[in-house]
């Protein structure tokens, strides 16, 4: 997970598509720059989850950005946790592993931990992989 400087919680991964048609690359390149590590791959091919969020209105390198949705798609990666972690200093102050339940403690927005986390870590807990 990252330290996100935007919102000041724990969060996993991401970032804009920007009209990239290969969203899983963008997931996987997303996941490496943020966190440092090289070897990152899909647990799986396909979507695991889609939602529509809600983004406030927030500063973003000096620049207003107004309120407005994401459509937020997941993906299931899995990386190298040997490798050396280090965070994106434009995007996240830290970046560290952590259990499933760990990561609920950690998450600070609450609708996030609620409604996204919890059900993607449902999700992955029923999973027969």
């Given at each position: 997970?990252?330290?996100?400087?935007?919102?000041?919680?724990?969060?996993?991964?991401?970032?804009?598509?920007?009209?990239?048609?290969?969203?899983?690359?963008?997931?996987?390149?997303?996941?490496?720059?943020?966190?440092?590590?090289?070897?990152?791959?899909?647990?799986?091919?396909?979507?695991?989850?889609?939602?529509?969020?809600?983004?406030?209105?927030?500063?973003?390198?000096?620049?207003?950005?107004?309120?407005?949705?994401?459509?937020?798609?997941?993906?299931?990666?899995?990386?190298?946790?040997?490798?050396?972690?280090?965070?994106?200093?434009?995007?996240?102050?830290?970046?560290?592993?952590?259990?499933?339940?760990?990561?609920?403690?950690?998450?600070?927005?609450?609708?996030?931990?609620?409604?996204?986390?919890?059900?993607?870590?449902e999700k992955m807990e029923n999973l027969k992989i």
């Amino acid at each position: 997970m990252a330290y996100h400087n935007i919102y000041h919680s724990w969060a996993w991964t991401g970032g804009h598509a920007d009209g990239e048609k290969d969203l899983l690359s963008v997931a996987m390149r997303e996941a490496r720059e943020e966190t440092g590590i090289k070897t990152v791959t899909p647990v799986m091919n396909q979507i695991f989850s889609l939602e529509v969020l809600t983004v406030d209105g927030h500063e973003k390198k000096g620049l207003y950005v107004p309120s407005h949705l994401h459509l937020n798609v997941t993906y299931l990666l899995k990386g190298d946790d040997r490798e050396e972690i280090r965070n994106k200093e434009d995007e996240n102050s830290k970046v560290g592993w952590f259990s499933l339940n760990d990561c609920l403690e950690a998450v600070n927005e609450p609708w996030m931990k609620e409604r996204i986390y919890k059900k993607l870590i449902e999700k992955m807990e029923n999973l027969k992989i």
